[in-house]
């Protein structure tokens, strides 16, 4: 089954405006991870973070993670054209190196 | 550094016909190998991982295998390829780092099943 779910499934906002995508599992993780995937193309890993860790910061981006609520958040600050690409969330099961992907959140960013 | 490699880009093929999807990693040795499918607008469905050169696991039953003949190539194969066969098919490696396992994507291949 699915592990990670995320919503919304597709966002549009005006360039500048912040950009927050969820995202929810089942079982117990190792680390939770974002990627982004542009139209066509392979995914790109953006950020990690592990499951002692609420918040990490990476340039524009902000990951919040909450193991009581099994769920996750991607805030993308003071967003641009170039951000418009399809988002996913990823599980790693606890000792098993396997990333389970969600469904994903296309963003289109108009400028 | 690392590189990953897939061919081929595109891929246009009958039913019934074979296939065989290749993918090469540069500058690690005995990563760990998978291959995704995900079809139009979705997310990605894991087929296969390997471990190690001749070591694989099938996540779901398909009309595929996967083979690592070496420790750096996997491919995906098929004798006789169906109709929902068709989708974008992305390998990708990782090994275990100081936070756990983060995974590189090769560019993918579009196969049409037609």
């Known amino acids: 089954s699915q592990q990670g779910e995320e919503d919304p499934q597709a966002l549009s906002i005006q360039e500048g405006e912040n950009a927050t995508m969820n995202c929810s599992y089942k079982?117990?993780?190792?680390?939770l991870q974002w990627y982004r995937q542009n139209s066509g193309r392979g995914l790109v890993h953006l950020i990690l973070?592990?499951?002692?860790?609420r918040e990490k910061h990476s340039g524009r981006l902000r990951v919040t993670l909450d193991t009581s609520k099994k769920s996750s958040s991607l805030l993308i600050t003071a967003s641009r054209a170039a951000d418009t690409a399809s988002y996913f969330c990823a599980t790693e099961g606890i000792n098993t190196g396997k990333l389970i992907f969600g469904q994903g959140t296309t963003l289109q960013v108009k400028p | 550094s690392q590189t990953i490699h897939q061919w081929p880009a595109t891929l246009v093929q009958p039913v019934g016909s074979p296939l065989s999807l290749e993918c090469t990693v540069e500058g690690t040795s005995n990563p760990n190998l998978y291959w995704y499918r995900q079809a139009a607008g979705r997310g990605l469905q894991l087929l296969f991982y390997?471990?190690?050169?001749?070591?694989i696991s099938s996540e779901v039953p398909q009309n595929l295998s996967a083979s690592r003949p070496q420790d750096r190539q996997f491919i995906l194969s098929s004798k006789k390829l169906l109709l929902s066969d068709s989708g974008f098919y992305l390998c990708?490696?990782?090994?275990?780092?100081?936070?756990?396992?983060?995974?590189?994507f090769g560019p993918g291949t579009r196969l049409t099943v037609t």
């Open positions: 990708a490696w990782n090994q275990e780092g100081a936070n756990g396992y983060e995974q590189y």
């Open positions: 079982t117990s993780i190792n680390n």
């Open positions: 390997s471990v190690g050169i001749g070591q």
């Open positions: 973070i592990r499951s002692n860790e």
